[in-house]
């Protein structure tokens, strides 16, 4: 697939998706979220790739939420169907997958883009951030997971707040509850999520995917995530990863797991 709304940079183990409709705040349309769901597809079936980092063109905006320009005509169904869509192709894919990716918000993360950063595995944010979920404002709520997002990330006081208010909040008082791992000056925001990055991608890649996995579970109440935690750990001891691990810590080595 030919891209247009996004940059993808395979650099390493990484994959680096850049938002890339600067002059639209790198608003989320149509095409933009089948670039996306295309790019993060291909990343889970290419094993030379550990990992994403999400990122949006220029200084000023992450996200800017979904393209309001696109569904200011739309009736109930259409708006379920933009709904159900985004979550399949894009923001499900992102929260479950196996491989851990990470947002780099580099300015205003709202709606869905705030939405796209809840279902990354992890945030880093930049100084001049500003988060929120405005769509009360346009006689909406939060359609790609924020109302069931936010809420597992920060809890129902200040998921309320957020989405009632919807206020926005710059990067340190989002920091200060929780949602955001952490804020650094813009400068150093990919640098500091491509070392992020990298460190996860030193650990064991199989326990890596099976601790997504089972805190993944903690979510979903159909099923017993303290089981799922019990297999996961249970199938660890049949890895060439835990056999490696081990033997590096005994031999007083660094461990050198293989991606497969
Ligand atoms: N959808 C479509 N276009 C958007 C957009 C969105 N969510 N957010 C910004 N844009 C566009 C603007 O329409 C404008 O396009 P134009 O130059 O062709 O008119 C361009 O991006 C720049 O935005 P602008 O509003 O001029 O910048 P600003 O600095 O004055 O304000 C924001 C920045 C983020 C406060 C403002 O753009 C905004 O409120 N955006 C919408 C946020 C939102 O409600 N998101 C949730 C959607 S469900």
């Known amino acids: 697939m030919k891209y247009e709304n996004i940059l993808v940079d395979k650099k390493e183990e990484i994959l680096w998706i850049t938002i890339n409709r600067e002059s639209k705040l790198n608003a989320l349309n149509k095409p933009t979220l089948d670039e996306l769901n295309d790019a993060i597809s291909n990343a889970q079936n290419d094993a030379e790739i550990g990992g994403i980092i999400i990122t949006g063109a220029g200084e000023k905006a992450f996200v800017a939420g979904a393209d309001i320009s696109e569904f200011s005509s739309y009736n109930n169904e259409e708006g379920k169907v933009l709904a159900k869509q985004g979550h399949d192709k894009v923001f499900d894919l992102i929260a479950n997958s196996p491989k851990p990716v990470i947002a780099a918000i580099n300015g205003f993360a709202l ?5 796209l950063t809840l279902a990354c595995q992890i945030r880093i944010a930049s ?12 006689g909406l709520i939060p359609g790609y997971g924020g109302t069931q ?10 998921a309320m707040e957020m989405i009632l208010t919807a206020d926005m909040i710059n990067a340190e008082s989002a920091l200060s509850f929780g949602l955001v791992n952490q804020v650094v ?6 640098a500091t999520s491509e070392g992020m990055m990298k460190k996860i991608l030193s650990r064991s890649p199989k326990a890596i995917k099976a601790a997504i996995t ?5 979510l979903d109440s159909s099923i017993n995530g303290f089981e799922v935690e019990i297999e996961e750990f249970g199938n660890c001891f049949g890895t060439d990863d835990f056999k490696e691990g081990v033997a590096a810590f005994l031999e007083k080595r660094k461990a050198n797991f293989k991606r497969d």
Not at 149 to 158: A, E, F, I, N, S
């Open 111 to 115: 709606g869905g883009g705030l939405e």
């Open 214 to 218: 089972a805190i993944n579970a903690s």
């Open 127 to 138: 100084e001049n951030a500003k988060l929120g979920l405005p769509e009360v404002t346009l």
């Open 185 to 190: 000056p813009l400068v150093d925001l990919l």
């Open 149 to 158: 997002r936010l809420t597992q990330l920060v809890g129902r006081g200040k």
